[in-house]
């Protein structure tokens, strides 16, 4: 299984660097309201792409990978951190973080 760990993200950045996130909080002048957060953002077998946050009853269902991307950016912005699972072409998931804790 491959796995991409990006943690540029998180607290530990170069201070040239803002993560999607902090950019987008600052966009809509928002602060973190939430607890933490793991989301799957993964297609299907008709091309449509989902997100889902885990411990949700509903998943989000989008035409197209960029819109579940947009709507993933709005909701993650709002939580302190996250951790985002996310498919590629060949069903491989990458794991993607900001402010995740790096031990358990």
Avoid at 6 to 28: I, W
Avoid at 33 to 42: G, I, Q, S, T
Avoid at 67 to 77: E, H, N, P, V
Avoid at 78 to 93: E, K
Wanted: proline share 4%; hydrophobic share 35%.
């Amino acid at each position: 299984m491959r796995t991409r760990l990006n943690l540029n993200a998180g607290p530990r950045a170069d201070a040239g660097q803002e993560s999607h996130v902090q950019r987008t909080r600052r966009a809509l002048g928002s602060v973190a309201a939430r607890n933490p957060a793991v989301f799957w953002l993964y297609p299907d077998q008709s091309g449509a792409w989902w997100v889902r946050r885990e411990g949700d009853e509903s998943e989000r269902r989008f035409d197209d990978r960029e819109q579940a991307r947009d709507f993933l950016g709005i909701k993650a912005s709002r939580c302190a951190s996250y951790r985002l699972f996310q498919s590629d072409d060949l069903g491989y998931f990458a794991v993607d973080s900001f402010d995740w804790p790096l031990s358990a």
